[in-house]
């Protein structure tokens, strides 16, 4: 409490005995942080007296985006991220990144700098955590195949990033911030562009706009409103790109010796400090958040050498076409059997007992079918396949 003032805490203190007087403490305490924001912060970062959630204001005694982090952890959501595929696919190694590792690489990577920019340390982690919540098993990958499938459907294609959103707004619904939501939308395409000037002022509307337009076209780029939003974008690709070439040196699939040369250097160590301090050089005391030209064609080389060496090598696909098979066969399978029994499907009773009532009553039978298969794990997909398409042994009385 150092700062507060003696006096201020001695007197406040003697009205805690009651519920009035600690709702006031607590009130107290959160505008002196508010205060220090306003002091400390970056003009133009992302103010926690300026929070809007789509749902109304809540009072508490964290910040409001504090608030946000704290939600999205304990989500089942995030829970998930365990099991759920970051490049490399049902391989028995400890040490390969899955989603967890991943956004919480992307969060400490993007705290470290927000500090140093004078950012809002709490928005940049609550982007950072809860956005690729919305990535169905096996990555990308399964991404496209549910995608494909959605569009055979009429419902449009799928999107990861626009599907973060629509998880913790109506299936998982948290009542988050309005600019981490806009995070978590506008969080992919990092590379193309390396100098990002937030779309200041963006209002509820346009964001939803943006929404709709990313439902018709999944690539179609969208600029972040806040600084914050445009730091987490560019370190979730910087962070995965180090790490991914770690992961595949260490299943022998590329040598270290192969990697491009580039001012980056070779290991994820290097790669992370070089790009950390050509980011906080060129964005110090700015209204955007940007990477020098050299280092970005040099990120560009080396993730140009990842697609090619790494992400299509055959070593990691030797499943893609059992996966895509898998994915075809169950979304047929889940999507008649929900529409002919209803609450008696497979849907309708591991599913939709657990969704709020507004989600069961308004949303259609296909979107159903692709949030329930989007929320799976990897394991989660492939025991469901197992339990609805394999024969089990009969336990005869």
């Keep these: 409490m150092e700062g507060y003032g003696a006096p201020l805490l ?18 107290q305490l959160r505008r002196r942080l508010e205060q220090d924001e306003e002091r400390t912060l970056h003009p133009k970062a992302a103010r926690s007296c300026h929070h809007r959630r789509p749902h109304g204001v809540e009072d508490d005694h964290r910040l409001p985006y504090k608030r946000d982090v704290d939600r999205i952890v304990h989500s089942k959501a995030y829970a998930r991220y365990v099991d759920k595929t970051q490049v490399v696919y049902l391989v028995h190694n400890d040490h390969i990144a899955h989603r967890s590792l991943h956004v919480q690489l992307v969060s400490n990577f993007a705290r470290g700098i927000a500090e140093i920019l004078r950012l809002n340390v709490g928005l940049v982690e609550a982007i950072a955590l809860g956005h690729d919540v919305g ?85 179609c780029d969208a600029t972040p409103a806040t600084l914050e939003g445009c730091l987490v974008r560019l370190c979730d690709t910087m962070s995965y790109i180090g790490r991914d070439l770690e992961d595949a040196i260490s299943l022998g699939i590329i040598t270290r010796e192969q990697l491009p040369k580039t001012a980056l ?10 790009l950390a301090c050509d980011l906080i050089e060129n964005s110090f005391d700015c209204d ?40 075809r066969i169950l979304f047929e399978f889940l999507y008649a059997d929900l529409v002919n029994k209803g609450t008696d499907s497979h849907i309708g009773q591991e599913f ?37 398409f394999v024969p089990s042994p009969i336990d005869w009385p």
């Design 135 to 219: 990535h169905p098993p096996f990555g990308h990958e399964g991404e496209q195949y549910l995608s494909e499938l959605s569009q055979e459907h009429g419902n449009g294609a799928f999107s990861h990033a626009l599907h973060s959103c629509r998880l913790f707004e109506h299936i998982e619904p948290l009542n988050l911030g309005e600019a981490v939501y806009d995070g978590f939308l506008c969080h992919d395409g990092g590379m193309r562009q390396m100098v990002l000037v937030p779309h200041f002022g963006k209002s509820w509307q346009e964001h939803c706009e943006q929404r709709h337009r990313r439902a018709a076209q999944p690539d």
């Design 288 to 327: 955007y958040i940007a990477l020098s030209q050299e280092l970005q064609e040099a990120l560009c080389s080396l993730r140009a050498f990842n697609f090619a060496q790494i992400y299509t090598n055959p070593r990691i696909k030797v499943e893609s076409v059992k996966i895509k098979r898998s994915y």
């Design 352 to 388: 939709l007992p657990s969704r709020p009532p507004v989600y069961c009553a308004s949303t259609s039978a296909i979107q159903i079918v692709i949030d329930y298969i989007a929320g799976m794990t990897d394991s989660f997909f492939v025991k469901t396949v197992h339990k609805l």
């Design 265 to 274: 250097g070779t290991t994820n160590r290097e790669i992370l400090t070089t």
């Design 10 to 27: 001695s007197a406040l203190r003697q009205r805690i005995k009651n519920h009035a007087g600690r709702q006031e403490l607590f009130q």
